[in-house]
Nanobody
């Protein structure tokens, strides 16, 4: 499956963005999806994850309360709604996927088999 992340851009602190991860080439409804981010000079970190059916959702500490992950399997797309953005949210955001019908949210990078190219989010102060 191929993943395309989009929706990044420049936003002022306190603003919102919605990222999209659109898949092609597979039965996306059977894939768990995760969002990760990597800031300059930092390691990539888990942001949010959602199971194949949307039945389970999980967030990294940085995303709790402010971010919401969702999916529309009819559109082969997973979304990451980001509100109340802060300068420290500036990073390249990646989506990743793995064929899995488990009810557990996958939070570790090595568990994902497919990665998108990333979309840059820049939050100005």
């Amino acid at each position: 499956v191929q993943l395309q992340a989009s929706g990044g851009g420049l936003v002022q602190a306190g603003g919102s963005l919605r990222l999209s991860c659109t898949a092609s080439g597979g039965t996306f409804s059977r894939y768990a999806v995760g969002w990760f981010r990597q800031a300059p000079g930092e390691e990539r970190e888990f942001v949010a994850g959602i199971t194949w059916d949307g039945g389970s959702i999980g967030y990294g500490d940085s995303a709790k309360v402010r971010f919401t992950v969702s999916r529309d399997n009819s559109k082969d797309t997973v979304y990451l709604q980001m509100n109340s953005l802060k300068p420290e949210d500036t990073a390249v955001y990646y989506c990743a996927a793995r064929e899995s019908t488990s009810s557990l949210v996958l939070i570790r990078e090595p568990l994902y088999h497919y990665w998108g190219q990333g979309t840059l989010v820049t939050v100005s102060s």
